[in-house]
Structure formats: C-alpha cells, structure tokens
C-alpha cells in the first residue's frame, strides 16, 4: 500500500484554490446514518486514490465517520456503513471532524468526542481504514477558548493535526479551536500539551476574518524553503440585539518555521476561501466554509471542505498558478 501524508513542493501561501463547479461533490443520503448533513472530511491519498473520511449524521445529529474513494479528486464512491461510530460516554452523541496522518504504516485518526457538554478531541489508531482502536480523549481540563472572548469554563478542546515526522526528536501535534496551541508525544499516542490553555501559541485577530476564533484545519504541507503551512479556520461573531448569534467562517493558512515550531511565522490576512454559492450561505449553519482535508493528487493541491455544515465540496489548486498578495508576517 502506497499513502502520501505529508506532501512537499510547496510554497507559501498556497493556492489560489478554484471551487470546483461540480460542488457539492457530497451530499446526505436516503434515510440512513448520513441522511442529514454529510461535511468536514478528512483526505489523503492511497494507492493513487483519493480516500475521505468524513462526518455525516441523520436528523438525530449523533455524528459518524464515513469513508469515500475517488480516482479523479472530485467524483466519489462512499460505503455503506461508517467507519466510526459513537461507542463511549465522551462520544455519546457524535464522532466529529476528523483529521489523518499516515506513519510508519499506522493510521492516526484526530476526532472530536461530543458529549453535548464537552467537545473532546481524541484518537484512534488502525492499520487498515477500517478497523479502529480508540485511545479515549487527549487533553482533559483543557480550554481551547479560554484566552478568547467567548471561554467554555470546561473542558473544550477540537481540532488536532499531527505532523508526520519527528521535529527536535519529538511527535508534534498542533491543535485547537478558539485559540492554536501544541503538543508533543513520543509515541504518538500519549500528548501533552507543550502550555496551559492560558498560553495559546496563536490567538484571533482582532478586525480580521477570524476575529472571534481560530481553528486548525488541515495536516500540514511542507514548502521548498522549509516551512510548514496549515491551512485554518476562522470565524467572526456577531450577536444581533434580538440575541441571535450570527457567524460567518472563513479558511486562512499560518506558516511555522520547524526550527521555531511553537511560533506562528506568518498568517495569510485574507481568506482564501469565503462563503459565496447557496450551499455555503444555507444549511445547518449557515455561512460556513470549513476545510479539514488537503491532499496534492496528480500535481494539484484539492482542498475539501464542509459547506454550512450540510454538504461537502472541494476547491482546487493549480501550481503553476501563482498566489496574489495578502501576506502578513507575524512577530
């Protein structure tokens, strides 16, 4: 089995990504687990296909992992039954949000565990994409809101990508939505936070996209010159005087230089991907574009992402195409 996890040939920022006008390349499904919304996968490629797993759910909103197969990056077979169902207390109500790297023959599975109190982000393991051990959650009594102006007060942690090779001897996650923060493990399993949840390595922008929260999105591309690139997401919120919330997502990317790997070197100022068509502006939640999944398949760098929360869709990029401008260094 050939898998690519940690792609290179690279450069900062990455894109500019096309959505592609077949989206929502996904979408729910007859009256089964996915029947409801189908969104926010993971991707890889293996043996030449493209492989996503991603969320779906019926109108119960207890959420499953599927997995989808496709040889062009757009047009995809998915199976019948998921990969990865609720089975635990922490998880009750919903395996969420993966994210997957590849090591030395062994598939590591970030997800979030929800309980309908706390989102938990935990791990699983398989050797095979389809039979899965589950090592519980990764970081308890940790508040990835807790420096933003919106803190859970309880455990609350989402959104984790592992770096596929070692930095300064260590296994490298990074991790988090409201702020960014890091952890090591030396056998990929185990982590531990490299700060308190008072320490986030990278926090919302103020008067920016992702003024309210910021989000890991993607595992990690590394570029020519060295750098590792993210792709994120972020959100702004608004609160309307009849006390509805309002919130708009957008994707960004952030740059880390693996010799200063707890620092965010720069951040894309604008987004690259916005909500525009119907599907991205209407749906569970709407005004959501949210990207999870980044492989480079036959030359081409394909981003998929989940539109409001209900449909899946994919944005692709052109190497040969260079970036505009909208870079920003940080620090």
């Given at each position: 089995m050939s898998t690519v996890s940690l792609f290179g040939g690279a450069s900062f920022p990455l894109g500019p990504f096309v959505p592609h006008e077949s989206n929502p390349i996904l979408r729910p499904k007859g009256d089964s687990w996915e029947s409801a919304n189908l969104y926010n996968p993971a991707a890889l490629v293996v043996d030449d296909r493209v492989v996503l797993l991603y969320r779906a759910h019926a109108e119960d909103i207890v959420s499953h992992i599927g997995i989808a197969f496709s040889d062009d990056g757009v047009t995809f077979e998915r199976e019948d039954a998921p990969i990865l169902s609720p089975e635990h207390d922490y998880e009750r109500f919903g395996c969420e949000d993966p994210r997957i790297a590849y090591i030395e023959g062994t598939y590591y599975l970030t997800y979030t565990g929800w309980d309908r109190t706390s989102a938990q982000l935990c791990l699983a393991t398989s050797t095979d994409l389809r039979s899965w051990t589950k090592h519980g959650p990764l970081f308890e009594d940790f508040d990835t809101f807790a420096t933003t102006t919106n803190p859970r007060g309880r455990t609350w942690s989402k959104a984790g990508v592992i770096v596929p090779r070692q930095i300064q001897g260590k296994w490298w996650m990074y991790f988090g939505e409201g702020s960014i923060y890091w952890a090591t493990s030396d056998d990929l399993i185990h982590w531990t936070p490299g700060t308190s949840d008072r320490e986030p390595m990278y926090s919302p922008t103020p008067g920016t996209f992702d003024e309210a929260l910021v989000e890991i999105g993607t595992s990690p591309v590394l570029t020519d010159n060295g750098l590792l690139v993210m792709l994120t997401n972020g959100a702004t919120r608004t609160v309307h005087e009849d006390g509805t919330v309002e919130v708009d997502y957008r994707c960004g990317q952030i740059a880390i230089d693996p010799a200063?790997?707890?620092?965010?070197?720069?951040?894309?100022?604008?987004?690259?991907?916005?909500?525009?068509?119907?599907?991205?502006?209407?749906?569970?939640?709407?005004?959501?574009?949210?990207?999870?999944?980044l492989v480079k398949f036959r030359d081409r760098w394909f981003a998929y992402y989940g539109q409001s929360d209900t449909t899946l869709a994919v944005a692709i990029a052109d190497p040969a195409v260079p970036f505009g401008t909208g870079l920003q260094a940080d620090g």
């Open positions: 200063e790997p707890t620092k965010v070197l720069a951040r894309l100022q604008d987004p690259w991907l916005r909500p525009q068509t119907y599907e991205d502006t209407h749906g569970l939640v709407s005004n959501v574009t949210f990207v999870e999944g």
